[in-house]
């Protein structure tokens, strides 16, 4: 089974009236005029389900950018209780503190989007909206890069300054954007399909920003002696190994720029939910942890 993370975004839709519609399709049997005809749901239907797996993915990301901007409690309002955690000494008033203008301006836009993905997600879910899951950005992120880098990096925290803020942003984004892409063979409504669409399209900007900064700074040594563009390459071929070798680190075999990762055909990689689950819960055939220390909530979890 496919999946992704569907956000859906603001642009593809007014929000006041893509809440109504959905409301109205009520995310399962009414009819969706298109063309002047109605058009019967299917029969198995499970829009909602995708749309929930999406929202999980979106807390998380939503986590990450607003606890470096020191916007995270407005995330722990939204999805009830459950924890955050985030590495000791973080600021969450101030969030980290960014050398590089452009990085915070970065950070600062991301933030923003991912949290109205998860505001739209949520409201326009109501009352199927799964609730927000533990979310783990402190030993998470040092065990993923103890394992990208070979026991070379350890006690990796992303908020410490703008490179390792950037290598974490890039542990999240490409998996947002092959998540999306293989989430559309699951979804049936055509309003949530091209909301999905949209969603993707702003997650790619996401990625091929946090790649071209990265690419610039590909022969700074980051840590433990190795350059910017080897940590990438790392946590590329991690993601690749457990997520289904859909992956590419900031330059290819013939040393040319990866902006995009793409197949033969300019095409972005999909990747199915259970490749995605491989990723954030740091364990192929996981049923929590990494990222999500009790789970995902939610039916694909």
């Known amino acids: 089974m496919s999946d992704q993370m569907l956000p859906v975004p603001d642009s593809a839709l007014n929000r006041r009236a893509a809440l109504g519609l959905l409301g109205k399709v009520g995310l399962g ?90 505001k739209f997600l949520h409201g326009a879910l109501g009352k199927a909206a799964a609730p927000r899951p533990v979310l783990d950005l402190n030993g998470a992120f040092r065990a993923a890069g103890n394992a990208a880098s070979g026991g070379k990096i350890t006690g990796f925290n992303p908020y410490l300054n ?22 559309a063979t699951l979804i049936t409504n055509p309003a949530y399909l091209q909301a999905a669409a949209g969603i993707l399209a702003v997650e790619a900007y996401h990625g091929g920003a946090i790649r071209t900064m990265l690419y610039q700074q590909r022969q700074v040594t980051a840590a433990a002696g190795l350059y910017v563009g080897q940590v990438v390459q790392a946590i590329s071929s991690l993601r690749g190994k457990v997520g289904g070798m859909k992956d590419a680190g900031l330059t290819d075999a013939a040393g040319m720029a990866v902006f995009a990762p793409a197949d033969r055909n300019g095409v972005a990689y ?32």
């Open 29 to 118: 049997t009414a009819a969706l005029g298109l063309g002047g005809a109605a058009v019967a749901a299917p029969a198995k239907n499970i829009d909602a389900d995708v749309l929930n797996f999406a929202l999980n993915l979106e807390y998380l990301e939503a986590a990450f950018y607003l606890a470096a901007v020191g916007r995270i409690k407005e995330l722990r309002a939204i999805g009830g209780g459950a924890n955050i955690l985030l590495p000791t000494g973080l600021d969450q008033d101030r969030g980290m503190q960014f050398k590089d203008a452009n990085v915070q301006a970065l950070a600062r836009d991301i933030a923003e989007d991912e949290l109205q993905h998860v």
């Open 162 to 183: 703008d490179l390792f803020f950037l290598h974490g942003a890039f542990i999240f984004e490409d998996v947002g954007v092959t998540a999306y892409n293989g989430a």
């Open 270 to 301: 999909p990747r199915t939910t259970r490749e995605v689950l491989n990723i954030v819960y740091l364990a192929p055939g996981a049923s929590k942890g990494g990222f999500y220390p009790n789970g995902l909530n939610g039916t694909i979890k």
